[in-house]
């Protein structure tokens, strides 16, 4: 018989979110799980690891682990919104009405 699932919840940086990644999860029992983060992440997205769940029963497969994502707000001037992320970028009116140059962060990893 299968082996039950477990349910597990992972907390992210917002860039590792964006922009994936490798994170690893310490389970109750002390074992480790390495988790792939896709790139665009969601907050509350459920990833599934197949064969890493409860150990199964009288030789059967075991169940897998199930990650809940738990993606903080972004922070400073970013926000998120769907798969969107917007910036709101203050320029002088002068900028506005001349043009110029002004520097824009990005998400790209640090």
């Known amino acids: 018989m299968r082996g039950q699932d477990a349910h597990y919840r992972l907390a992210l940086d917002f860039l590792d979110a964006i922009n994936g990644g490798k994170q690893q999860l310490t389970l109750p029992d002390g074992s480790v799980l390495d988790v792939a983060i896709p ?56 900028e506005a009405v001349l043009g110029g140059k002004v520097k824009v962060p990005t998400l790209e990893a640090r």
Do not use: C, Y
């Open 39 to 94: 790139p665009g992440t969601r907050d509350g997205q459920v990833l599934r690891l197949r064969g890493e769940g409860r150990p199964g029963i009288g030789g059967g497969p075991p169940g897998d682990a199930l990650i809940e994502i738990d993606d903080p707000p972004a922070p400073g001037i970013f926000t998120r919104k769907g798969d969107d992320i917007h910036l709101e970028l203050p320029i002088s009116l002068r």
